[in-house]
T-cell receptor, first 113, second 110 residues
């Protein structure tokens, strides 16, 4: 299994600013993903973080709003840019190998005021 | 559009009872996942079902997969309070990018 940590665990940000969320895995993993979860709701995949190339975004999510980096096999960042209150959510990082298991980080709870 | 439907979305039950959560999905999928989420916590992997007819059990939870019917079930046997949580199913139509059900909030009363 993989142990995933995220920083920060929570933040309160002002409208128009940006926040970068870090995701660290304790071992090298093939795949890393970023999800968004509104409190009490399901998860929506934002993008696949590809090592050494641009992230692959799902419909409704764009790179200008959610730039993602993945410099190596254990680390990724998600930036939420030019935030608005609608971006208030929990952001989750997940990681996995081609053994089908996906493990999730503890999440970052973002509130935009 | 791929849809994943769970039912019920909310379930309140007494300890000792049995119940089943259903997960229907609208297209072919290589894998079916079940996760548990406690309030304010992240997701814990319960089961990964890889093929038609797959059945996995852990304690009081048993999951099964029927790919022909595009249906998975999570059966709870003799429920105990500690199983109270929200349970999500998710399918993997491509490259491990999971599509999620809405979740079933399970409350088990002592």
């Amino acid at each position: 299994s993989a142990v995933i940590s995220q920083k920060p665990s929570r933040d309160i940000c002002q409208r128009g600013t940006s926040l970068t969320i870090q995701c660290q895995v304790d071992s090298q993993v093939t795949m890393m993903f970023w999800y968004r979860q509104q409190p009490g709701q399901s998860l929506t995949l934002i993008a696949t973080a590809n090592q050494g190339s641009e992230a692959t975004y799902e419909s409704g999510f764009v790179i200008d709003k959610f730039p993602i980096s993945r410099p190596n096999l254990t680390f990724s960042t998600l930036t939420v840019s030019n935030m608005s209150p609608e971006d208030s959510s929990i952001y989750l990082c997940s990681a996995g190998q081609f053994t089908y298991e996906q493990y999730f980080g503890p999440g970052t709870r973002l509130t935009v005021t | 559009e791929l849809k994943v439907e769970q039912n019920p979305l909310f379930l309140s039950m007494q300890e000792g009872k049995n119940y089943t959560i259903y997960c229907n999905y609208s297209t072919t999928s290589d894998r079916l996942y079940w996760y548990r989420q406690d309030p304010g916590k992240s997701l814990e992997s319960l089961f990964v079902l890889l093929s038609n007819g797959a059945v996995k059990q852990e304690g009081r939870l048993m999951a099964s997969l029927d790919t022909k019917a595009r249906l998975s079930t999570l059966h709870i046997t003799a429920a105990v309070h500690d199983l109270s949580a929200t349970y999500f199913c998710a399918v993997d139509p491509r490259n491990y990018q999971l599509i999620w059900g809405a979740g079933t909030k399970l409350i088990i009363k002592p």
